[in-house]
């Protein structure tokens, strides 16, 4: 692997994942798809988060509220991805929820509106990861709290390079279709780096219960909603791979509230 090669692909993702700027040359001869490029989402994913993780860290080593401290850093959070993840997963909710056979459902994914099922996604996202932060921080410092976030961040971005992976495109036209297909070596660079960032991140404040639990939870709610889209519309679309990040961060952050 060229050091360089994979710099490129670091800027690309957090291009990519978030509203973040990244300089114009890492750019230079880039055709825009990602089939490498996946490779880099759990570093990418770690710089994208990394300021929520120092807010978090600062939070709390003011004493404020767990659950004031949650709902701030979860703002940033989605202030710094412009909400990517979370409109993905409201679409998804629409269009599994709603669709009546798989053209009802590509066909509610690609309308810009919010249904009922959207909403009630959200909410439940936010709330879910909100409450599980606030039950996390008592039984951690302030620094392995903004550790265990990063631990997050890369877990998440992993998952959604395994969702892309797993299933083909849902449509041929699609913006997940025209970013290409993830290469195999990508796919087991994604993965690997992913957890061995989220161990490191994990080991020095949180038992191997927690980490064991929250490998397992993400591993089961990924491949649960993997299956469900695979079921309903028959591959990936941008909105799925988007919404296993979602699944995949509510998962590892109620695992971790759980077990510690």
């Known amino acids: 692997m060229d050091i360089r090669d994979y710099i490129d692909d670091v800027a690309r993702s957090v291009a990519f994942l978030s509203r973040i700027r990244v300089p114009q040359r890492h750019f230079a001869g880039h055709d825009g ?11 990418a994913g770690v710089l994208i988060v990394l300021p929520a993780a120092v807010l978090l860290g600062l939070l709390r080593m003011l ?10 850093v979860l703002a940033a959070q989605t202030l710094l991805t412009g909400a990517l993840h979370e409109d993905g997963l409201s679409d998804a909710a629409d269009g599994l ?3 009546r056979d798989r053209e009802g459902a590509l066909s509610i994914m690609k309308d810009s509106r919010v249904g009922s099922y959207g909403v009630v996604a959200l909410v439940l996202s936010f709330g879910l990861r909100g409450a599980a932060l606030a039950a ?5 410092s302030p620094l392995t709290a903004a550790l265990a976030l990063m631990a997050v961040a890369a877990t998440s971005r992993a998952a959604m390079v395994w969702h892309w992976n797993a299933l083909p495109p849902a449509r041929r036209d699609g913006v997940a279709a025209a970013a290409g297909e993830p290469e195999t070596a990508s796919v087991q660079v994604a993965l690997a780096s992913g957890a061995v960032l989220a161990l490191l ?9 927690a980490i064991a639990s929250m490998a397992l939870a993400v591993c089961a709610a990924v491949f ?3 299956d469900v889209v695979r079921d309903k519309i028959g591959g990936h679309t941008g909105d799925t791979i988007g919404a296993s990040q979602q699944m995949a961060e509510i998962a590892a952050l109620g695992a971790l509230a759980l077990a510690l």
């Open 97 to 99: 929820g709603g669709g």
């Open 33 to 43: 798809r990602l089939s490498t490029t996946v490779r880099a989402f759990p570093v």
């Open 201 to 209: 991140f994990l080991l020095p404040g949180a038992p191997l219960l």
């Open 224 to 226: 649960a909603f993997t």
């Open 136 to 140: 996390m921080m008592p039984a951690l």
């Open 63 to 72: 004493d404020a509220a767990p659950l004031f401290c949650a709902f701030l």
